[in-house]
């Protein structure tokens, strides 16, 4: 079966650089999340979409940005990166009605690395 | 503060042993309860859940006991097995939002 893709898997950037990573959902998904896990700690929740719009926000920084496209997809753009911006990056989708609705599947991430 | 608060942090069990991870939450607001299984390098995936209208829920040796009157839950791995080896979540998310809140994480070692 189809999973989440995210892209790049890794990633390195030098500090004030900026970074984008993507996620593709699983196909008929229409929410979309982003989590950043620092090392050795929980996933912190990012933000999230729903039908191409925003609907939760957690703790993302004001550097950060995202929005989800008409395919569905959905880019995480990071600005003026900082060193403690380094972590794992989990995307992940559900269904917001219907049968397995709002069971989290998560990708296996996106690495990044900040120098 | 962590609205969701694990322990322990780190567990070491022979094989064939019980893993016990306890789990405690304050936000009464929380209705769905799930743990999630996390391998290096991977993303976590979801392994058992419980709403509050039940007491246990069980699944293969993946045991969930929820005390609502003490904002507790916990998850007991049966027969642990090498392959069980992996970072465990506990997690609470409320009504509407189904956005999980996670814990801190318990690093399972299952000895052979």
Request: aromatic share 12%.
């Amino acid at each position: 079966a189809a999973g989440v893709i995210q892209s790049p898997r890794h990633l390195i950037k030098e500090k004030r650089e900026t970074a984008t990573l993507k996620c593709y959902p699983i196909p008929r998904h229409d929410t979309v999340y982003w989590y950043q896990q620092g090392p050795g700690q929980d996933p912190q929740f990012l933000i999230s979409f729903y039908e191409k719009m925003q609907s939760d926000k957690g703790s993302i920084p004001d550097r950060f940005s995202a929005q989800q496209f008409s395919d569905y997809h959905s880019e995480l753009n990071m600005s003026s990166l900082e060193l403690g911006d380094s972590a794992l990056y989990f995307c992940a989708s559900s269904l917001a009605s219907g049968a397995g609705a709002n069971v989290l599947t998560f990708g296996a991430g996106s690495r990044l690395t900040v120098l | 503060q962590q609205q969701v608060k694990q322990s322990p942090q780190s567990l070491i069990v022979q094989k064939g042993g019980i893993s016990i991870i306890n789990c405690a939450y304050e936000n009464t607001a929380f209705d769905y309860f799930p743990w999630y299984q996390q391998f290096p390098g991977k993303g976590p995936a979801l392994l058992i859940a419980i709403r509050p209208d039940v007491s246990e829920k069980k699944e293969g040796r993946f045991t969930i006991s929820f005390n609502k009157s003490a904002k507790q839950f916990s998850l007991h791995i049966m027969d642990s097995q090498p392959g069980d080896s992996a970072t465990y979540f506990c997690a609470a998310s409320e009504g509407g939002s189904y956005i999980p809140t996670f814990g801190r994480g318990t690093s399972l070692i299952v000895h052979p």
